[in-house]
C-alpha cells in the first residue's frame, strides 16, 4: 500500500451537493491526519486536523477510521469557491515532522 | 497564524545559470524547513529537509550539488537551483511547522529556458 492514496477525482458537483472524498494511509502508527486546499498554482492551505475518530468544522467533516486505514472528508452544501484539490497529508513513517502528501482530489462545484 | 513567505513568487532563467529561492518564517522561529516541488498536475515531493546550523537532508534521488540549501539563521532557508535545465522547471515551495501544522511559503514558479 502507498504511504498515502487518494482518488484523483476529478469530482465535478452542482452548487449545493455533498461530496465525500477518501484517502488511505499505509503506517499505522500514524496520530495525526490532515486536510489541505491546494488551489491553483497557490500553495496549500490547511483545512482540517484529525487527531481522534474525526472533526467537524462548519461545512466540513473528517472522520477517521484507523482499523481501515482511511481517513474521509464529506463537504456538504457545497459552494463554488470549494473548488480547489483537496490534499490528504499524514506523517511520514519514522519522522517526527516530515510530511506525505497524496496526490489530491480535485473539485469542481458547478453553478 | 504562522506566516511563512518564499521570495520570488516565479522567475524565468537561461539554461545553465543559477537561482536562489529564499524562504522566511516571519513570526517563529523554524529548526527545521522543508522543500518540495511540485511538478503540474502532480502532489508535492519532499526534495530536502533544511536543518538550521547544519546539512540538508535530501531524498532519494535528490542531488544535493545540484539543489543547493542553505540554513543559516532560524528564519530563513534558501534553495539554490545550481545550473538550472529545462526539466527543472517546477513550481517549488518551502514549508515550516509550527507545531502540528505546517505553513507553506507563496511557492515559486521557476521556467528554464
Known amino acids: 500500500r502507498k504511504e498515502v492514496e487518494q482518488d484523483p477525482g476529478p469530482f465535478n458537483v452542482p452548487e449545493g451537493a455533498t461530496v465525500a472524498f477518501n484517502c488511505t494511509y499505509s503506517?499505522?502508527?500514524?496520530?495525526?491526519f490532515f486536510w489541505y486546499r491546494q488551489d491553483c498554482r497557490k500553495e496549500p492551505k490547511l483545512l482540517m486536523s484529525?487527531?481522534?475518530s474525526g472533526n467537524e468544522d462548519g461545512r466540513f467533516t473528517a472522520q477517521l477510521n484507523r482499523a481501515s486505514q482511511y481517513i474521509s472528508l464529506l463537504i456538504r452544501d457545497s459552494k463554488l469557491s470549494d473548488s480547489a484539490t483537496y490534499l490528504c497529508v499524514v506523517p511520514r513513517p519514522g519522522s517526527a515532522r516530515q510530511l506525505t502528501f497524496g496526490s489530491g482530489t480535485q473539485l469542481t462545484v458547478l453553478p | 497564524g504562522a506566516v511563512v513567505s518564499q521570495h520570488p513568487s516565479w522567475v524565468i532563467c537561461k539554461s545553465g545559470t543559477s537561482v536562489k529561492i529564499e524562504c522566511r518564517s516571519l513570526?517563529?522561529?523554524?529548526?527545521?524547513m522543508f522543500w518540495y516541488r511540485q511538478f503540474p498536475k502532480q502532489s508535492l515531493m519532499l526534495m530536502a529537509t533544511?536543518?538550521?546550523?547544519?546539512?540538508?537532508?535530501?531524498e532519494q534521488g535528490v542531488e544535493k550539488d545540484k539543489f543547493l540549501i542553505n540554513h543559516a539563521s532560524l528564519t530563513l532557508s534558501t534553495l539554490t537551483v545550481t545550473s538550472a535545465h529545462p526539466e527543472d522547471s517546477s513550481f517549488y515551495i518551502c514549508?515550516?511547522?509550527?507545531?502540528?501544522?505546517?505553513?507553506f511559503g507563496q511557492g515559486t514558479r521557476l521556467t528554464v529556458v
Open positions: 513570526d517563529f522561529q523554524a529548526t527545521t
Open positions: 533544511s536543518n538550521e546550523g547544519s546539512k540538508a537532508t535530501y
Open positions: 484529525v487527531y481522534s
Open positions: 503506517n499505522s502508527a500514524s496520530q495525526s
Open positions: 514549508s515550516a511547522r509550527q507545531g502540528v501544522e505546517a505553513f
